[in-house]
């Protein structure tokens, strides 16, 4: 990597950037709530382009960025605010696909580098899933640089048309504090949960047919031979809950939907395993969490799963019941290997990249195209 100082050249004007953010998705607001802040650290002028929702969440002021409020929209109105907000900026760099869709359009005819971060993949099908793909093409041939969190985002935007398309560093940062495995609070959380005596599965995510609840279902349903019956708790609200909860009735499943919640970390400390059986995920914030956490994870061979845990966690294909079953009733009957995938977990989260890291990453492209910028 290119050395990136942390302050302007003498007699030039600092770097002037905006960030811009869609709908506030918790894991690219928490990034560039962290960016802002080291980027202010090293001089840069950063401004966030984002709902009022996600700046009070995030709290972009406080790491001394400026905010201006940009609707989630495409409408006229809010393609003019934050082509307003731009008018100054050395650089743009959006979040997301539609941040960065609406981006492309603010900077219509200006010259200024567009930097495009891709957090995840939008889940639709039929003629939603053809209208992203369109304006993925339009967004990836109109950025300098397309940075993805993972390596099958890097390939796609490639595949799309991308000019220069890069795996970014991307540390876990302030959404939900991982917490140390607290003992003392254990058996009181289990025990509200009705998991006393048994064992404890926790799944954290919207209940939507991405998740792969559903499949979850199918397994939970094998778990009732067990002795004693393992609990699965799902954290997450969404579509389908109705659904969901019939099932898990009509089938007298051990399964409780806890709706969402804000105790993540305390009940990663309750659970013994985590779940995690979605039919795509990114760079997925529970999974970093869990291994953080020390608490074995059970995932889906898909996305950026694998790159992101190694070998420290088990694996099994997306879809699989049995697969999902068959996994979870090993390491439920085999201690030293839940405490073989702690400590890999541990171990495999100290390969992540740090704030500072990622600061760094992002300084250095950004150094890349404003190489040219006037002096005062």
């Not at 002028?45 to 201006?68: L, Q, S």
């Not at 006393?196 to 792969?212: F, Q």
């Not at 809950?241 to 105790?263: C, F, K, T, Y």
Request: aromatic share 4%; with cysteine.
């Amino acid at each position: 990597m290119s050395h990136v100082s942390s302050q302007s050249a003498p007699g030039q004007s600092p770097l002037r950037t905006v960030q811009v953010l869609g709908g506030g998705n918790a894991r690219s607001s928490a990034h560039v709530r962290s960016l802002a802040s080291g980027l202010v650290a090293r001089g840069v002028r950063v401004t966030v382009c984002a709902p009022f929702e996600a700046a009070h969440t995030y709290d972009f002021a406080g790491a001394g960025a400026d905010h201006v409020h940009i609707p989630r929209s495409s409408d006229p109105a809010s393609v003019a605010a934050l082509r307003a907000a731009c008018a100054d900026a050395d650089l743009v760099h959006a979040h997301g696909l539609h941040a960065s869709f609406r981006a492309v359009l603010a900077l219509s005819g200006r010259r200024t580098p567009l930097v495009v971060t891709w957090h995840g993949r939008a889940q639709a099908e039929g003629a939603r899933a053809h209208f992203l793909r369109l304006l993925e093409r339009r967004v990836v041939k109109t950025a300098s640089v397309v940075l993805g969190t993972t390596s099958d985002l890097v390939d796609r935007a490639r595949s799309t048309g991308a000019r220069d398309a890069r795996l970014a560093a991307v540390a876990l940062s302030g959404r939900r504090t991982v917490v140390d495995r607290d003992e003392s609070h254990r058996p009181k959380l289990r025990a509200e949960l009705g998991a006393t005596g048994r064992p404890l599965l926790l799944a954290v995510g919207s209940l939507d047919r991405h998740r792969g609840y559903e499949v979850l279902l199918d397994a939970a349903r094998a778990w009732r031979t067990l002795d004693p019956v393992p609990l699965v708790v799902i954290a997450g609200e969404g579509p389908l809950r109705p659904l969901l909860q019939g099932r898990i009735e009509s089938e007298g499943l051990a399964v409780r939907l806890l709706g969402r919640r804000d105790d993540v970390p305390e009940l990663l400390a309750a659970a013994d395993v985590a779940l995690l059986p979605s039919s795509w995920e990114s760079r997925s914030v529970f999974a970093e969490e869990a291994l953080h956490a020390r608490v074995p994870l059970v995932a889906t061979d898909v996305g950026g799963l694998p790159d992101l845990v190694g070998d420290a966690a088990e694996l099994v294909p997306y879809g699989d019941a049995h697969a999902l079953d068959r996994t979870v009733t090993g390491l439920l009957a085999d201690p030293e290997r839940r405490e073989e995938l702690r400590e890999r977990g541990v171990r495999q989260a100290a390969t992540w990249p740090t704030e500072d890291e990622t600061v760094a990453q992002v300084l250095s492209v950004y150094d890349e195209l404003t190489q040219a910028r006037p002096l005062i």
